[in-house]
């Protein structure tokens, strides 16, 4: 009897065993079927070079990639083709943040239950400007970078340019150690992290407008150069007696050093986490990277150079978009999105709101300080009426390399809510390089 009751045991563990491979097997099966389907080995899709299904489309109905006779076609203008690369992604799925990577089982008309569909799959429209694109990467003049624009009220991303870039049409042989290539599979704007420089005082700004109740009443003073917990904090020449509203305006990297020593490592965390700087957002499925920052107490020297945007501090573009976004929008912002429609999976436009990255009172303080640089440093250029609101940045990178560019703001202005960054790697001065870039997106944004 004992035996019998051992083997029954035995069948009754190997068929729950059974029951459970099959379940997970169901499960994973209707999640990630799409994409086991649509896998690049999968040659029944990519026959002739392509995946042989429906076409990715700009705003405007035009036609980014579609396949004919069997072939996948990219734009006619090249300028398009390596503007919208990231976005729409090759042939050969090497961009991984690619639409075409991303939603191939949806272009391919996918189903759990009929598989991969003859007739054709679904058009998806993005959300881009192909043509504004093309003027920013124009703009970009063979720097490398980055450039997103957005509408902070319905998160539709308008321009999201990468360099390096290459065209889809005629992919060119890339050797791995080709600098003129670095990183070109990446799309900067989503998935690079990077040292912020100046554009992170905004972030400093915000945490002492919160909680130094005296701020606006202090007279600081910058010599040049000043020591902080042993390190030695300098600015390109002495500044003298300065508001704070001076201190943002002339960038002073020695009154920022001392605010965010005084302002202590907790709380230059706590202001840093609530921007949402260092969590990833999910822009239509795809997931930015993570920005990190070492706020460290025993540190004072580190701390201070951390509030100034140097040290270990690591910035996401398209985060970091969307936190002027939310200076911009009273403290909440639309979550950006790249896809206007494409067989439902279509989000209702600024349905997906970020939570409250900075206090409605600390953003308007912020904006105002934000205009003050436009209006009394940076200019207006062609964005005159239209409330360009801005910070520059120019970011130490080590050694001898010239520091990369930012230029990151917004556009206060009820017909045109855009926020906007702009990335010039080694581009040396934020305002004059990456801002004449933000100036040229935005001028070609809004029509002018
Ligand atoms: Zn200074």
């Not at 076409?55 to 035009?62: I, M, P, S």
């Not at 005082?201 to 009443?217: G, P, Q, R």
């Not at 508001?243 to 020695?254: E, K, L, P, R």
């Not at 609101?389 to 130490?396: E, R, V």
Request: a negative charge; aromatic letters at 6%.
């Amino acid at each position: 009897m004992k035996k019998i009751e051992k083997r029954a045991l035995l069948c009754l563990l190997l068929s729950g065993a059974l029951v459970l491979g099959l379940c997970i097997f169901s499960v994973r099966f209707f999640l990630q079927g799409s994409q086991w389907a649509s896998f690049s080995a999968n040659q029944h899709l990519y026959a002739g070079g392509g995946l042989s299904r429906g076409a990715v489309l700009d705003r405007n109905g035009v036609v980014l990639a579609e396949t004919k006779d069997g072939k996948r076609q990219y734009n006619e203008s090249k300028s398009v083709r390596m503007a919208t690369l990231h976005a729409v992604g090759d042939s050969q799925g090497r961009i991984g943040t690619g639409i075409q990577t991303r939603l191939a089982g949806k272009l391919s008309g996918y189903n759990p239950i009929t598989g991969v569909s003859v007739t054709g799959g679904t058009d998806i429209t993005l959300t881009l400007d192909s043509q504004l694109c093309a003027t920013a990467y124009e703009a970009l003049n063979g720097a490398k970078g980055t450039v997103g624009v957005y509408n902070y009220k319905t998160g539709e991303v308008l321009c999201m340019v990468s360099t390096p870039t290459y065209d889809p049409q005629n992919p060119p042989e890339i050797s791995e150690d080709d600098p003129a290539y670095e990183g070109v599979y990446l799309n900067r704007f989503l998935s690079a992290s990077v040292v912020p420089g100046s554009i992170f005082k905004t972030v400093t700004t915000a945490a002492a407008i919160e909680n130094m109740d005296d701020l606006m009443d202090r007279t600081f003073h910058c010599d040049g150069e000043t020591v902080i917990g042993g390190a030695k904090i300098t600015c390109p020449k002495a500044h003298g007696d300065l508001t704070i509203g001076q201190a943002f305006t002339v960038s002073c990297n020695c009154v920022y050093g001392q605010l965010a020593s005084e302002l202590g490592a907790d709380t230059m965390e706590e202001v840093t986490e609530k921007a949402g700087l260092m969590d990833s957002i999910s822009v239509s499925g795809i997931d930015t990277a993570k920005g990190s920052f070492d706020f460290d107490e025993r540190d004072k020297g580190s701390l201070a150079w951390a509030g100034i945007g140097q040290d270990e501090d690591l910035l996401n573009p398209c985060t970091m978009m969307t936190f002027m976004g939310a200076v911009a929008n009273g403290g909440k912002a639309a979550l950006p999105q790249l896809v206007l429609d494409g067989g439902g999976l279509l989000d209702a436009l600024g349905s997906k709101q970020t939570g409250e990255l900075i206090e409605k009172d600390t953003a308007e303080t912020l904006s105002s300080m934000m205009r003050d640089n436009v209006l009394n440093n940076y200019g207006e250029g062609k964005l005159e009426g239209l409330g360009l609101c801005a910070k520059s940045g120019t970011a130490q990178v080590g050694g001898d390399k010239t520091p990369n560019a930012w230029f990151t703001g917004f556009l206060q202005s009820e017909e045109q809510p855009l926020a906007f960054i702009v990335l010039v790697e080694n581009g040396g001065s934020g305002s004059q390089v990456a801002g004449n870039i933000a100036k040229q997106a935005l001028a070609a944004a809004v029509g002018r």
